[in-house]
């Protein structure tokens, strides 16, 4: 395989190695053609932010976990990239909150519908909603293949945790009055910006720290955690995303650039 050709001290390796998890869920039929541009746009907002979990994201995955412990009917939505990039991570956090599985594409086939659920029920997951029949239930206003959800998961869910959205979905979702919690490298997006938290990090990193935090938070009391959710404030989290941007990109506009 392409990746035994990276070599360790590769300053790139990192990146070219998600890069290559996408590849190998594109082999698998996981990943659309599409996924792997989204990823790109993805690779190009995480070099902005400095490849690294910022507070704005941190204090994002707290109230994210928050707003998941208290829910009655957590859900997390899974595409294609995110099925690729955190299959283990996705069933262990539905794990410690407690929350549904549901499979949802923008670019919805059967057979995907059903690799992604194989996909995680080998890494674990006793339940996959979103495949086949079970997504009989629709989304009013919403005309992608995405509008299919299942009616025990994202139809009766009062939180969803849609990583890598499309803002179309996260609209007609906050519409039926449900709290989405988006992840998502680029705080411009209409995702980013419709969703009740989004956290502006790179789903690698954030899905394993979203489990650690929750393993820690989960001892918190409910008055506490509705303390956490009541306090945050998107907007300016979003704000916070733009003014690291700006002033790591005004600093390396002072440095020397050029490495020889
Ligand atoms: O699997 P499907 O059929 O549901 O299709 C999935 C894609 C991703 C193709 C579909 O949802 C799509 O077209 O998404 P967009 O509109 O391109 O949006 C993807 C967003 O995710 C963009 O804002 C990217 O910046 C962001 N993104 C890409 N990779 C990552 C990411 N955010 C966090 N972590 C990433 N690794």
Same mark, same amino acid.
């Given at each position: 395989?392409?990746?035994? !050709?990276?070599?360790?001290?590769?300053?790139?390796?990192e990146?070219?190695?998600?890069?290559?998890?996408?590849?190998?869920?594109?082999?698998?039929?996981? +990943? +659309?053609?599409? @996924?792997?541009i989204?990823?790109g746009?993805?690779?190009?907002?995480?070099?902005?932010i @400095?490849?690294?979990?910022?507070?704005?994201?941190? $204090?994002?995955? #707290?109230?994210?976990?928050?707003?998941?412990?208290?829910?009655?009917?957590? /859900?997390i939505? +899974?595409?294609?990239?995110?099925?690729?990039?955190?299959?283990?991570?996705?069933?262990?956090?539905?794990r410690?909150?407690?929350?549904?599985?549901?499979?949802?594409?923008?670019?919805?086939?059967r057979? $995907? #519908? #059903?690799?992604?659920?194989? !996909?995680l029920?080998?890494?674990?997951?006793? #339940?996959?909603?979103?495949? @086949?029949?079970?997504?009989?239930?629709?989304?009013?206003?919403?005309?992608?293949?995405?509008?299919?959800?299942?009616?025990?998961?994202?139809?009766i869910?009062? +939180?969803?945790?849609?990583?890598?959205?499309?803002?179309?979905?996260?609209?007609?979702? $906050?519409?039926?009055?449900k709290?989405?919690i988006?992840i998502?490298?680029n705080?411009?997006?209409?995702?980013?910006?419709?969703?009740?938290?989004?956290i502006?990090?790179?789903? /690698?990193?954030?899905?394993?720290?979203?489990?650690?935090?929750?393993?820690e938070?989960?001892?918190?009391?409910?008055?506490?955690?509705?303390?956490?959710?009541?306090?945050?404030?998107?907007?300016? /989290?979003?704000?916070?995303?733009l003014?690291?941007?700006?002033?790591?990109?005004?600093?390396?506009?002072q440095?020397?650039l050029?490495?020889?």
């Open positions: 395989m392409f990746t035994l !050709w990276i070599p360790p001290s590769h300053p790139r390796r990146s070219l190695l998600i890069r290559e998890r996408l590849v190998e869920g594109f082999k698998r039929g996981l +990943v +659309v053609p599409e @996924g792997l989204a990823h746009r993805g690779e190009c907002f995480d070099y902005l @400095g490849e690294s979990t910022q507070p704005f994201a941190h $204090r994002a995955i #707290e109230a994210a976990i928050a707003a998941l412990l208290l829910a009655k009917h957590p /859900v939505s +899974v595409n294609g990239n995110t099925a690729a990039l955190v299959p283990g991570e996705i069933v262990e956090l539905a410690e909150v407690n929350a549904k599985i549901e499979v949802n594409l923008f670019y919805r086939t057979e $995907r #519908e #059903e690799a992604i659920a194989k !996909w029920r080998e890494h674990g997951a006793l #339940e996959v909603l979103g495949v @086949g029949e079970d997504a009989s239930a629709t989304i009013p206003e919403l005309f992608s293949e995405r509008r299919r959800v299942s009616p025990r998961g994202i139809l869910a009062d +939180v969803v945790l849609v990583p890598l959205e499309d803002g179309d979905r996260t609209e007609a979702l $906050r519409k039926m009055g709290t989405v988006a998502d490298l705080p411009l997006s209409r995702t980013a910006r419709a969703a009740n938290i989004t502006v990090d790179n789903v /690698v990193r954030a899905l394993p720290l979203m489990v650690e935090r929750t393993r938070m989960k001892k918190a009391s409910k008055s506490d955690l509705e303390h956490i959710l009541r306090s945050y404030d998107n907007n300016k /989290v979003l704000q916070e995303a003014r690291h941007i700006l002033s790591r990109l005004s600093e390396l506009s440095t020397k050029t490495l020889l």
